[in-house]
């Protein structure tokens, strides 16, 4: 069942985009998003068997490398942790599909795109299905590439095309990282199948490692190369530029890319490898802080931001900061319930957003718009629900998850718990601030936008509203759902061997004893934070710009990003340009073309004029070069035969 699951949508993707113009636009729609359904119908029966029932599986297909001793199959591994990311990836990656029909109904290539969508679909499910760290490393390119053409999508923008490879070459980067971690992982287990790679942890959790001269723990440096290409996928801190960026390929593709999909493959990929990271215990406080950081850092940018579409990626980049520092204290169940919970009611508001969007005639500027909650209704009504769940309010999903992971943080009483502990609600405070910014200056106060746009303010097809009705479901109930199975009394028969947490590490048990005020202090700073953002922007809505202009210098820095593409351009970007420019002047050009290729055609050229000019058409001109001929063959004869 699930070779269906993962090949379907490769199907849909294959035929979409090469005989799309016979299908016709409506038949790539009605194949892809019909096939994606199928998926993620059959997904749901693969979790129950899996999860639930607990007839995890391995699905060999063929024989993939076989190289001596070396053998590698293509296979299909289905565990707990497989069956909830088939559930995510499916159901999201539908919904977008069934959204795009009406947000994309008007371009001029829909079944380039949603053969794009299916191909992203089919990489995703293949990475979290994979048996062996090289078929991942295949769904993980493969992730990249396809976010490549889906952020590039509208390829005559510049700034869409400049994105596109942003996100490709920074992820790139990373990726360096974890193609070392894969060859260390090769050369100190002699395998990089994972059923071969996690029995022999523990019996290699002293081992020693050269990298680079230095010589330190073996599983130390592994983990750390594997988290560095974690890094880049989920835009932690130092590796997070490309994301704010990928806004300017579709709405659908941010929905895609940032809420279940490329940027948790991060997650998943560390969570599959929780028995060698818990022997590993400095590169998990590495982990911890990174990620703790990536939730502050992000969440202060989010407060800034005007362009809804950015406030919301800030918050993904955010809230994967809580699902990393979550598995930075071994808390690697908390981290994927969040990326459940996450998923559904970050599609939510990024579809919602894209809703509005269309509504207001392709207007993203929140500075432009108010005063449309009565005319889209359904639309504010379903941005409610998910900014509540973003900002962890109960009974919604983002509470159950988002709380446990802080209080998980604080349970681990270590000084990287408590750093992320505290970040993490200082983040929670201005996730709900600016959840609610977005909130109020989209939908409520005076409209600002011009006369022409407020007349055309409708509500979206309803082809439109049913992905983000059921994302909404998804938002209400999937925290009180799945937390019993992900990190209540369930959780050890639920995950089985899918993941493995050192008694000692057991922070999530932990997490359900620590004291009253650790559980309420994430809930008073989340409805401070909205009440504060009441009083900014409804109540007194003369504040803001009075409080900024008290802490300029600061709002500047934290409005430009921290100044992280402006230092990367000094660092890394004008110098690569400066050496691309005198390579290509001083080396291509000057050297190899002009006594290569230029100076070969030029000497050909200049012979070939001055021969051309012996031919002169005057036969007298020949009968004399024959003459001289003549006298010189009969001279070296009368030479030669003398000697």
Request: aromatic share 16%; with cysteine.
């Amino acid at each position: 069942m699930e070779n269906f699951i993962v090949f379907l949508p490769l199907l849909g993707s294959f035929i979409a985009g090469l005989f799309g113009k016979w299908i016709g636009d409506r038949g790539a729609q009605v194949l892809t998003t019909g096939l994606l359904l199928v998926s993620a119908v059959l997904s749901f029966v693969v979790f129950f068997d899996v999860a639930i029932d607990g007839n995890a599986r391995v699905t060999p297909l063929f024989t993939w490398i076989n190289s001596g001793d070396f053998q590698l199959s293509w296979a299909l591994k289905v565990d707990t942790l497989t069956a909830v990311m088939l559930i995510v990836v499916t159901v999201v990656s539908s919904m977008v599909h069934l959204y795009s029909i009406g947000y994309m109904s008007e371009d001029k290539s829909i079944t380039r795109f949603f053969s794009y969508l299916s191909l992203f679909t089919f990489f995703m499910l293949m990475l979290v299905t994979s048996d062996n760290l090289v078929q991942m490393f295949f769904g993980w390119e493969g992730v990249g590439l396809a976010s490549y053409l889906l952020i590039g999508f509208w390829y005559e923008k510049a700034s869409a095309c400049s994105a596109a490879m942003k996100a490709f070459l920074v992820n790139r980067v990373a990726d360096i990282g974890f193609a070392l971690g894969i060859m260390g992982v090769f050369v100190l287990f002699g395998s990089v199948n994972f059923a071969e790679i996690f029995p022999q942890a523990e019996g290699l959790s002293t081992a020693q490692f050269t990298f680079l001269g230095y010589e330190g723990h073996a599983l130390t440096i592994i983990c750390l190369l594997l988290f560095i290409g974690a890094m880049g996928k989920s835009a932690q801190l130092g590796l997070h530029t490309w994301l704010p960026d990928a806004m300017e390929g579709p709405t659908p593709v941010s929905a895609l890319i940032h809420a279940a999909t490329m940027v948790t493959a991060g997650i998943f990929m560390l969570c599959r490898f929780s028995p060698v990271f818990e022997y590993a215990p400095a590169a998990l406080e590495v982990v911890t802080y990174v990620g703790a950081g990536t939730a502050f850092f992000a969440a202060t940018i989010g407060l800034t931001q005007f362009d809804i579409k950015r406030v919301i990626a800030y918050s993904t980049c955010s809230q994967l900061g809580y699902m990393f520092f979550a598995i930075g204290v071994s808390a690697y169940g908390g981290a994927i319930f969040h990326l459940m919970t996450h998923a559904f009611f970050k599609a939510l508001l990024f579809l919602g957003a894209g809703s509005v969007i269309h509504a207001m005639h392709h207007e993203q500027d929140m500075r432009k718009m108010g005063g449309i909650w009565k005319m889209i209704p359904a639309t504010y009504l379903l941005m409610w629900i998910g900014s509540i769940a973003l900002a962890g309010i109960p009974p919604l999903s983002g509470y159950f998850s988002k709380d446990l992971i802080l209080e998980a943080a604080y349970a681990d009483h270590s000084t990287q718990g408590m750093f992320a502990f505290w970040a993490g609600t200082a983040a929670a405070f201005m996730t709900a601030f600016y959840s609610w910014r977005l909130l109020i200056m989209t939908f409520h106060g005076d409209p600002r936008a011009d006369e022409h746009t407020m007349k055309g303010v409708h509500e979206s097809p309803m082809v439109m509203m049913i992905p983000l009705l059921v994302l909404g479901v998804g938002a209400l109930f999937a925290g009180w759902l799945g937390y019993n199975y992900f990190v209540g009394d369930l959780k050890e028969t639920f995950w089985g061997d899918s993941l493995l947490v050192l008694a000692a590490n057991d922070t999530v048990e932990a997490a359900h004893h620590v004291p009253t005020w650790v559980k309420l202090v994430p809930l008073i700073a989340a409805i401070s934070g909205i009440v504060l953002a009441y009083v900014f922007y409804m109540f007194v809505p003369s504040l803001p710009a009075t409080f900024v202009s008290i802490i300029k210098p600061i709002h500047t820095f934290v409005y430009r990003k921290w100044m992280f593409d402006e230092l990367y351009d000094f660092l890394f970007v004008r110098p690569a340009v400066k050496i691309g420019r005198f390579l290509w002047k001083s080396g291509d050009g000057a050297v190899i073309d002009a006594y290569g290729p230029d100076g070969v055609s030029s000497l050909t050229r200049t012979l070939a004029g001055k021969a051309s000019r012996l031919q002169s058409g005057y036969v007298y001109h020949y009968a004399f070069a024959m003459l001289i001929g003549v006298v010189a063959l009969i001279t070296w004869y009368i030479v030669s035969n003398a000697g």
